[in-house]
């Protein structure tokens, strides 16, 4: 699945509303300062998050980039890795080498 393919799916299915009012449980997998956003003036933490169901169940995995005020850099918005809708686990296509 494309970049673009997946993320309308993951704001189709409105997953980060979800995970920001509770209804599906955040946990951190990996955060780490980043390098990447040159154009910002404070301190960026990378981090990768999944979105997990009341089970547990994994339903979203997302990149993301946050300033220490909590708001999001680079796009504003959670970027989809993986997402597990009607039972079926989409995932972006892996770059050839």
């Known amino acids: 699945m494309t970049p673009v393919e997946l993320c ?9 509303q979800k995970a920001k009012s509770g209804e599906l449980e955040t946990i951190s997998l990996e955060s780490n300062i980043s390098t990447h956003l040159s154009n910002e003036t404070v301190t ?6 999944s979105y997990r169901d009341k089970q ?23 970027d989809p890795k993986r997402l597990l809708e009607g039972g079926i686990l989409y995932r972006l296509e892996k770059k050839p080498k």
């Not at 309308?8 to 980060?16: A, L, M, S, T």
């Not at 960026?44 to 998050?49: F, V």
């Not at 547990?56 to 959670?78: C, K, T, W, Y």
């Open 44 to 49: 960026i933490i990378s981090e990768m998050l």
């Open 56 to 78: 547990g169940n994994e339903i979203a995995r997302v990149h993301q980039f946050r300033r220490p005020d909590g708001s999001l850099a680079a796009s504003g918005m959670p």
């Open 8 to 16: 309308k799916r993951f704001n189709d299915g409105g997953y980060w």
